[in-house]
């Protein structure tokens, strides 16, 4: 299947992977892990994106973002895997690739599903067995979102917002969001859609996106076009 072009629309969040070649490591230390936190905290700041939730895996980085700024992911991560790379290299005196292709992202209607994309994000390490709870995992904004410890490098959605007057209220409410088990079907259909790069909303939210994008993001059905049938005579 041909490739999708990449959606680069201001102000609509995207859900971002980006995993290693061959899904090997790209972190090996907490001082990794740190070094990569503080860059994406200078990206996202140099080209106007705010950060809502992510969770950096010992293979892997998800996030969910908002540009503010046309084309302000695609930059975003351009710069912070050169800088990266550039970090893993000299420490570890390696060379060649370090991700497994460029980035995949697909865009969020974020009425539907943002929240459900921050559950899916954070909830990654404990899908993977590396942790029994999400709140054991360090290296996520899970605990952001419950109240246990505030990030410097997150810029709340008004939907996260939304959920109480304080942070406090906030982090009460969301944690309820965690009391049930995330629906499997779920699950496929977040993986599919970040895999496709396609759009995670329905018809309508897909459509407008198409109309200001001025291009296609659903993939064209298989199969020969049907023929037309001819018109009977009387």
């Given at each position: 299947?041909?490739?999708?072009?990449?959606?680069?629309?201001?102000?609509?969040?995207?859900?971002?992977?980006q995993?290693?070649?061959?899904?090997?490591?790209?972190?090996?230390?907490?001082?990794?892990?740190?070094?990569?936190?503080?860059?994406?905290?200078?990206?996202?700041?140099?080209?106007?994106?705010?950060?809502?939730?992510?969770?950096?895996?010992?293979?892997?980085?998800?996030?969910?973002?908002?540009?503010?700024?046309?084309?302000?992911?695609?930059?975003?991560?351009?710069?912070?895997?050169?800088?990266?790379?550039?970090?893993?290299?000299?420490?570890?005196q390696?060379?060649?690739?370090?991700?497994?292709?460029?980035?995949?992202?697909?865009?969020?209607?974020?009425?539907?599903?943002?929240?459900?994309?921050?559950?899916?994000?954070?909830?990654?390490?404990?899908?993977?067995?590396?942790?029994?709870?999400?709140?054991l995992?360090?290296?996520?904004?899970?605990?952001?979102?419950?109240?246990?410890?505030?990030?410097?490098?997150?810029?709340?959605?008004?939907?996260?917002?939304?959920?109480?007057?304080?942070?406090?209220?906030?982090?009460?409410?969301?944690?309820?969001?965690?009391?049930?088990?995330?629906?499997?079907?779920?699950?496929?259909y977040?993986?599919?859609?970040?895999?496709?790069?396609?759009?995670?909303?329905?018809?309508?939210?897909?459509?407008?996106?198409?109309?200001?994008?001025?291009?296609?993001?659903?993939?064209?059905?298989?199969?020969?076009?049907?023929?037309?049938?001819?018109?009977?005579?009387?």
């Amino acid at each position: 299947m041909a490739r999708l072009p990449r959606i680069n629309i201001a102000n609509i969040p995207q859900h971002i992977i980006q995993v290693g070649h061959n899904n090997l490591n790209c972190f090996f230390d907490d001082e990794d892990y740190e070094f990569y936190l503080a860059s994406l905290q200078k990206a996202a700041e140099q080209y106007d994106v705010d950060l809502h939730a992510y969770v950096l895996m010992p293979n892997a980085i998800q996030m969910v973002a908002t540009p503010n700024i046309a084309n302000g992911i695609s930059s975003m991560m351009q710069s912070l895997g050169r800088r990266y790379v550039q970090y893993v290299n000299h420490r570890y005196q390696r060379s060649g690739t370090l991700w497994g292709g460029r980035y995949k992202s697909s865009v969020i209607d974020s009425e539907a599903y943002l929240l459900t994309c921050y559950r899916y994000v954070e909830l990654k390490p404990m899908h993977e067995g590396i942790v029994e709870s999400p709140e054991l995992y360090e290296w996520s904004s899970f605990n952001h979102h419950t109240g246990r410890k505030k990030s410097k490098i997150l810029e709340d959605h008004r939907l996260y917002l939304a959920l109480g007057d304080t942070y406090e209220e906030r982090a009460n409410e969301y944690s309820k969001l965690f009391r049930y088990e995330f629906d499997r079907g779920l699950l496929t259909y977040i993986a599919e859609t970040i895999k496709l790069g396609q759009v995670l909303g329905g018809d309508q939210f897909t459509e407008n996106i198409e109309k200001i994008a001025n291009h296609r993001v659903r993939p064209l059905k298989r199969g020969r076009p049907k023929k037309k049938s001819k018109p009977t005579t009387a």
